[in-house]
């Protein structure tokens, strides 16, 4: 399964940075998504990126702030977020498709591995 880590509690404006790695398999083959949840909300996409890494995508209300990478050969993928607001406060999942060397995709349900999720609370 994946693991997602790198969360915490941090001031508005600051930065964090998420990892996502894999325990049994490796995610270097795979696009890897990024989504979150906030309490009481739906769990909403918000970056992915190719298995090679060439091609990234991102939700509008993170766009110019969060920056998707990975690196293959530590089989990491990272979702650095800077000019962090409270509106960014929810549990972000990182999450793989079930077909290698595919595409990726901002549709939650395309999704096949997830990860157990980590915590990002933004104070005001």
């Known amino acids: 399964q994946l693991q997602a880590s790198g969360g915490g509690l941090v001031q508005a404006g600051g930065s964090l940075r998420l990892s996502c790695a894999a325990s049994?398999?490796?995610?270097?083959?795979?696009?890897v998504g990024w989504f979150r949840q906030a309490p009481g909300k739906e769990r909403e996409f918000v970056s992915a990126?190719?298995?090679?890494?060439?091609?990234?995508r991102y939700a509008d209300s993170v766009k110019g702030r969060f920056t998707i990478s990975r690196d293959n050969a530590k089989a990491a993928v990272y979702l650095q977020m800077n000019s962090l607001k409270p509106e960014d406060t929810a549990v972000y999942y990182c999450?793989?498709?079930?077909?290698?060397?595919?595409?990726?995709?901002?549709?939650?349900?395309?999704?096949?591995?997830w990860g157990q999720g980590t915590q990002v609370t933004v104070s005001s």
């Open positions: 999450a793989a498709p079930r077909t290698a060397k595919g595409y990726y995709y901002t549709n939650a349900d395309m999704y096949h591995y």
């Open positions: 049994g398999r490796t995610i270097s083959t795979y696009g």
């Open positions: 990126i190719s298995w090679t890494g060439d091609s990234t």
